[in-house]
């Protein structure tokens, strides 16, 4: 897989990475901060050395507690009053629910009927007024403009916002921190807001480390825009990874064109055997989002050989019965 060069774009995100060092102070007394677990076997079966981000042990089991702290800690006094609002099939909607019961903020979150039922769940038990809608973009999107229309809540975006993504890049900037010498950082893209967050730090801290992303092939809408240079609408998917199902925002695409260095695929097979090897391996619980870069170096062993990669792993919010029954 060649790298691709970087572009310039006159309307290119204000985000460096002064912008996460910022948000990194205001959320350090509010977040995890996750260890990097390494396995030995997992190693010597990629021919590489693999350090891995545990994202999915931060608060409401996934990064995105980061850029939801970040954003609502960005509010003004009069805004918080407000509340929030969003949509998300999930982990999204968990941190901003969290994060705004920490905070003492109404939290108004939209999920599709056929969101995974612990993430539904965990909204609920956070004290997040859910609206259930159809599993439609365009379901979403109405029904958080009837809901802010009615409340006056503040919209948190789940990705394309330069405060969700400061707020991930935190992630990104622990990794640094905790593992040295990495030749490769990687972490699985969606929507973009790690990706974009984690690219801005990397970048920012060395220029010569390269970003790499890592996409199911049966939602590769990144991976075509990336190649294409235009933003590209995603597809219908039944991926197993549920949470890359989302297309970019025009701020993560901007990003990600500006500093990342290559999106990869995988298949549906390979991230079901990463899955079930970090499971074995690390002894932590995934989702199967999480496992998307790992399934990446396991179908391109050669280009990663002898090469120490950082992973973030993004998220441990399983719906278990789906695998167990």
Same mark, same amino acid.
């Given at each position: 897989?060649?790298?691709?060069?970087?572009?310039?774009?006159?309307?290119?995100?204000?985000?460096?990475?002064?912008? @996460?060092?910022?948000?990194?102070?205001?959320?350090?007394?509010?977040?995890?901060?996750?260890?990097?677990?390494?396995?030995?076997?997992?190693?010597?079966?990629?021919?590489?050395?693999?350090?891995?981000?545990?994202?999915?042990?931060?608060?409401?089991?996934?990064?995105?507690?980061?850029?939801?702290?970040?954003?609502?800690?960005?509010?003004?006094?009069? =805004?918080?009053?407000?509340?929030?609002?969003?949509?998300?099939?999930?982990?999204?909607?968990?941190?901003?629910?969290?994060?705004?019961?920490?905070?003492? @903020?109404?939290?108004?979150?939209?999920?599709?009927?056929?969101?995974?039922?612990?993430?539904?769940?965990?909204?609920?038990?956070?004290?997040? &007024? @859910?609206?259930?809608?159809?599993?439609?973009?365009?379901?979403?999107e109405q029904s958080l403009a009837q809901i802010t229309q009615q409340t006056g809540a503040i919209?948190?975006? %789940?990705?394309?916002? =330069?405060?969700?993504?400061?707020?991930?890049?935190?992630?990104?900037? =622990?990794?640094? &921190?905790?593992?040295?010498?990495?030749?490769?950082?990687?972490?699985?893209?969606?929507?973009?807001?790690?990706?974009?967050?984690?690219?801005?730090?990397?970048?920012?801290?060395?220029?010569?480390?390269?970003?790499?992303?890592?996409? %199911?092939?049966?939602?590769?809408?990144?991976?075509r825009s990336f190649y294409s240079g235009q933003l590209q609408l995603p597809k219908h998917s039944?991926?197993?990874?549920?949470?890359?199902?989302?297309?970019?925002?025009?701020?993560?695409?901007?990003?990600?064109?500006?500093?990342?260095?290559?999106?990869?695929?995988?298949?549906?097979?390979?991230?079901?055997?990463?899955?079930?090897? @970090?499971?074995?391996?690390?002894?932590?619980?995934?989702?199967?989002?999480?496992?998307?870069?790992?399934?990446?170096?396991?179908?391109?062993?050669?280009?990663?050989?002898?090469?120490?990669?950082?992973?973030?792993?993004?998220?441990?919010?399983?719906?278990?019965?789906?695998?167990?029954?």
């Amino acid at each position: 897989m060649p790298y691709i060069e970087n572009w310039t774009n006159k309307n290119m995100p204000t985000l460096d990475l002064s912008h @996460i060092l910022a948000a990194a102070e205001r959320i350090k007394t509010h977040i995890h901060y996750t260890p990097v677990m390494q396995s030995h076997t997992l190693n010597e079966l990629c021919g590489c050395d693999l350090f891995f981000k545990c994202e999915n042990l931060q608060k409401v089991g996934a990064f995105k507690f980061r850029g939801a702290m970040n954003a609502l800690l960005s509010l003004t006094e009069a =805004e918080k009053k407000q509340g929030v609002a969003t949509h998300s099939s999930g982990n999204h909607a968990a941190g901003v629910a969290y994060a705004a019961k920490l905070l003492g @903020i109404p939290a108004y979150i939209v999920m599709p009927k056929n969101a995974p039922e612990t993430k539904k769940q965990a909204v609920a038990y956070y004290g997040g &007024q @859910i609206t259930f809608c159809e599993p439609t973009l365009a379901a979403r999107e109405q029904s958080l403009a009837q809901i802010t229309q009615q409340t006056g809540a503040i919209f948190i975006p %789940p990705y394309n916002d =330069e405060r969700i993504i400061a707020g991930q890049g935190t992630a990104a900037l =622990e990794l640094l &921190q905790q593992t040295r010498h990495l030749d490769i950082v990687m972490a699985p893209v969606g929507g973009g807001g790690l990706l974009s967050g984690a690219a801005i730090t990397v970048k920012g801290q060395n220029p010569n480390l390269k970003v790499i992303a890592a996409e %199911p092939a049966q939602a590769d809408d990144a991976y075509r825009s990336f190649y294409s240079g235009q933003l590209q609408l995603p597809k219908h998917s039944d991926t197993i990874a549920d949470g890359l199902r989302t297309g970019l925002g025009d701020i993560t695409f901007a990003v990600i064109r500006q500093h990342v260095d290559a999106i990869m695929l995988c298949s549906e097979a390979a991230i079901k055997q990463a899955m079930l090897l @970090i499971w074995q391996r690390l002894k932590v619980v995934i989702e199967p989002s999480s496992a998307v870069p790992l399934a990446v170096i396991l179908e391109n062993k050669p280009f990663f050989t002898d090469k120490r990669i950082g992973i973030i792993l993004t998220g441990g919010n399983l719906d278990l019965a789906n695998f167990i029954t």
